[in-house]
């Protein structure tokens, strides 16, 4: 399980990355959240800074339930992402060191897959590999794809 209050023994890999944020929402998020989605799942944290030696440090948000409305607001526009796979529980704002960061906790999409960004699943489509989000082929989409209908098939078989 994830500890903030352990931030700083943690790296960026598979199943986590770190974004400044200070900018505003960047516009990354994205790729790593299609990623996350379409991969074992992962944490993205807003407000989280990648030092030189790989080890990560809280910055202080200016307003993070701003960056999180937009979050929120922009994850339900079809234009920008093809699924919401979120819970009300999977978005928090917490505090390490006294620092505010915004934490996101994106799980395995599954027979949803594949969760890609745009509207053309075949240029917006993601995966994460090591500490990388990567565009993915058109075969890999489509081996997603046909996994999800088997396994919604199967679903709706046995209902």
């Not at 093809?82 to 505090?95: G, K, T, Y």
Request: glycine letters at 10%.
């Amino acid at each position: 399980m994830f500890e903030l209050s352990r931030l700083s023994e943690y790296r960026e890999g598979n199943r986590l990355e770190a974004k400044l944020a200070l900018g505003g929402l960047p516009h990354s998020i994205w790729e790593t959240y299609s990623a996350f989605a379409n991969t074992s799942g992962g944490i993205i944290l807003l407000g989280v800074e990648e030092r030189a030696d790989g080890s990560l440090r809280a910055v202080d948000l200016p307003a993070p339930e701003k960056l999180v409305d937009e979050f929120l607001e922009l994850l339900s526009d079809r234009d920008r992402v093809s699924a919401n796979i979120l819970s009300d529980e999977d978005v928090r704002i917490q505090s390490s060191g006294g620092k505010r960061v915004i934490v996101i906790r994106v799980p395995a999409a599954g027979k949803r897959r594949p969760v890609y960004i745009g509207r053309d699943k075949y240029v917006g489509t993601y995966r994460r590999d090591g500490d990388g989000d990567w565009r993915c082929s058109k075969e890999e989409v489509d081996g997603m794809t046909a996994q999800s209908e088997k396994e919604r098939g199967v679903e709706e078989g046995e209902a």
